[in-house]
């Protein structure tokens, strides 16, 4: 599924800094985002740092190395720089975001939503920030909300594949199944190797109990990405029902084989390896 938050990428990092009085500073904060649009994270980071010691309040470094500490799993600390940042300067669209992505890490969604609604406030056509606040929206169970927030980012960037997805996620949680599949099918049109959307396809399917469809589309996942432990185990269930019980054991074995800890897959496996048994005892007492 596509939910998480979509961690800001390089093409949001400003072209160049701030005015700066200092040649050196100048050279030092370029060469940092230089290593920071390669991906050098340890070098890009060494150079705002250095920068930050003689201007603290240099908003640029601050941002960036609250990104980076974003991109290397600190939420915390990124959300304390960017918060830094903000102060400096609060009207820069891109950084509300930035702060909206960290504090969904870090579960604080209703400051996650105001972070994305300044961010939106600055810049209406922010597709992304419509996207992420979509998905707090339907973290906060929103779900009405969440739509309205996912066709906003959709009516800005037709070809959001991310935001079909998410729109079917809450379009199914709406039990809106017809229309959540269509949504499916969108992403789809848009993206055709991607696994998410026809793992999700196929779990409709299955409510819709159009189980042979939801096969092909659980095995369609599974050839994209073949690590799918999630897609084994929904097949598995889907084949359960089809009384397909040799089949679905197969492929909660694979589910368990790539995640060995998939409690759900061992509770469905003892129950497919229970059906027969069940069906014998229901047969005698009659």
């Not at 940092?32 to 010691?53: D, I, P, R």
């Not at 109990?209 to 929904?234: C, E, H, T």
């Amino acid at each position: 599924m596509a939910r998480r938050p979509q961690i800001p990428n390089r093409a949001q990092l400003p072209k160049k800094q701030v005015v700066q009085p200092n040649r050196e500073m100048i050279e030092i904060y370029q060469n940092g985002l230089n290593f920071h649009q390669k991906g050098e994270l340890a070098q890009a980071k060494a150079a705002y740092e250095q920068v930050l010691k003689t201007q603290p309040k240099h908003f640029d470094a601050l941002h960036l190395l609250g990104l980076i500490a974003f991109q290397t799993r600190d939420p915390f600390l990124a959300e304390e720089l960017i918060r830094r940042a903000i102060k400096i300067n609060p009207n820069v669209a891109s950084v509300h975001y930035n702060q909206g992505a960290m504090l969904q890490k870090l579960k604080r969604l209703d400051e996650a939503l105001a972070s994305y609604d300044k961010a939106i406030a600055l810049k209406p056509d922010y597709a992304d920030a419509f996207y992420n606040r979509g998905n707090v929206l339907q973290e906060l169970k929103r779900l009405d909300d969440a739509l309205a927030s996912y066709d906003k980012a959709i009516a800005l960037k037709p070809d959001y594949a991310e935001a079909f997805i998410n729109r079917g996620n809450a379009l199914k949680e709406l039990k809106r199944l017809d229309d959540a599949l269509a949504s499916y099918d969108k992403a789809i049109a848009l993206k055709p190797d991607y696994a998410d959307a026809f793992y999700n396809r196929g779990n409709v399917l299955q409510d819709l109990k159009r189980l042979d469809d939801a096969l092909a589309s659980y095995d369609k996942a599974i050839v994209l990405k073949p690590d799918y432990a999630d897609a084994f185990y929904n097949r598995g269930n889907a084949l359960q029902d089809l009384k397909r019980l040799d089949d679905a054991l197969a492929s909660y074995d694979k589910a368990i084989a790539l995640k060995p800890d998939y409690a759900e897959a061992f509770i469905n496996q003892l129950e497919a390896l229970a059906r027969p048994y069940a069906a014998e005892i229901k047969y005698l007492d009659a």
